[in-house]
């Protein structure tokens, strides 16, 4: 059992270059997050998507843009990469509303 | 604006001592909480939870007290173990899909 699988696991990008992160959960999960984690600030939500075809801006939304692609996956892409979006990047889903959230193991993105 | 804040970076226990991990909030509006544990390189599991009708909630070692008066909720873990040693987030969701965490303790417990 899978779980919530994040693909890739490590990347280093040159600023401006673009990006997509990808997720993908095997659980038949409604809802699905982006999070960064980034030292002393936690984790901080960048988008969310409750259900397939809808998707909504977190605490830090700017320079990010998401894709619920279909019930299964949901994708974080970085148009023009920026040295302040070197962070941890972590995928999560639940199955209704005030249910646990299951993550994946993350994604280090580094920014030269 | 921090709405879910846990105000002390770390914590040291000896083993088979009481941690007690805290975390206070600003919106009255949350009614769902939980509490996340995370190893180094591994996302966050989850711990335990509690609903805003409820004040206390049990899992063997770990339970978790709510005090929507005070906009506080702690987690007790007894007794420690040495592999409780970890980062541990909680987190607060009102009843829609938005869940907000705070920035994290760090728990060492000693042999």
């Known amino acids: 059992n899978a779980g919530v699988t994040q693909t890739p696991k490590f990347q280093v990008l040159k600023t401006g270059q673009s990006m997509t992160l990808q997720c993908a959960q095997d659980m038949n999960h409604n809802s699905m997050y982006w999070y960064r984690q980034d030292p002393g600030m936690g984790l901080r939500l960048i988008y969310y998507s409750a259900s397939e075809g809808t998707t909504d801006k977190g605490e830090v939304p700017n320079g990010y843009n998401v894709s619920r692609l279909n019930k299964r996956e949901f994708s974080l892409r970085l148009e023009s990469a920026a040295p302040s979006q070197t962070s941890v990047y972590f995928c999560?889903?639940?199955?209704?509303?005030?249910?646990?959230?299951?993550f994946g193991d993350g994604t280090r993105l580094s920014i030269l | 604006d921090q709405q879910v804040k846990q105000n002390s970076p770390s914590l040291s226990v000896q083993e088979g001592r009481i941690s007690i991990l805290n975390c206070d909030y600003t919106n009255s509006m949350f009614d769902y909480f939980l509490w996340y544990k995370k190893y180094p390189a591994e996302g966050p599991t989850f711990l335990i939870s509690?609903?805003?009708?409820?004040d206390k909630n049990e899992d063997g070692r770990f339970t978790v007290f709510l005090n929507k008066s005070a906009k506080h909720l702690s987690l007790h873990i007894v007794p420690s173990q040495p592999g409780d040693s970890a980062v541990y987030f909680c987190a607060a969701a009102q009843g829609t899909y938005k869940y907000i965490f705070g920035t994290g303790t760090r728990l060492k417990v000693l042999a």
């Open positions: 509690i609903s805003s009708i409820k």
């Open positions: 999560a889903s639940i199955l209704n509303s005030n249910q646990p959230q299951h």
